[in-house]
């Protein structure tokens, strides 16, 4: 079994730059998959970045490509996602999500999540 715990959100005005961390916690993270997902109001759960176990593959949402960068600290037993150039359309609850699967995944089926950390980000 393994424990997420995101931390990192708040409140930036547009332009300016976050860093979540996905700290994971039972199991260590060097042998699973990690994704960020987000959901606005209203809106569904989206894939946001995602991450292979090794750091070798990584992949990024359009919306945020060139703007967001996923990394993991495997000794740290966590993920981060860097963000920069925020806009107010990134504004969502921020999630992280892992399993032991193959490669990146872009679904929502993985199997442990966090409870999220709210990003908002202000025009």
């Known amino acids: 079994q393994v424990q997420l715990v995101e931390s990192g959100g708040g409140l930036v005005q547009a332009g300016g730059s976050l860093r979540l961390s996905c700290a994971a916690s039972?199991?260590?993270?060097?042998?699973?998959?990690v994704a960020w997902f987000r959901q606005a109001p209203g809106k569904e759960r989206v894939i946001v970045a995602a991450?292979?176990?090794?750091?070798?593959?990584?992949y990024y949402a359009e919306t945020v490509k060139g703007r967001f960068t996923i990394s993991r600290d495997n000794p740290k037993n966590t993920v981060y996602l860097q963000m920069n150039s925020l806009k107010p359309e990134d504004t969502a609850v921020y999630y992280c999500?892992?399993?032991?699967?193959?490669?990146?995944?872009?679904?929502?089926?993985?199997?442990?999540w966090g409870q999220g950390t709210q990003v908002t980000v202000s025009s």
């Open positions: 999500a892992a399993d032991s699967r193959v490669g990146v995944g872009k679904s929502l089926s993985y199997d442990y």
């Open positions: 039972g199991r260590t993270l060097s042998g699973y998959r």
């Open positions: 991450i292979s176990w090794s750091g070798d593959t990584t």
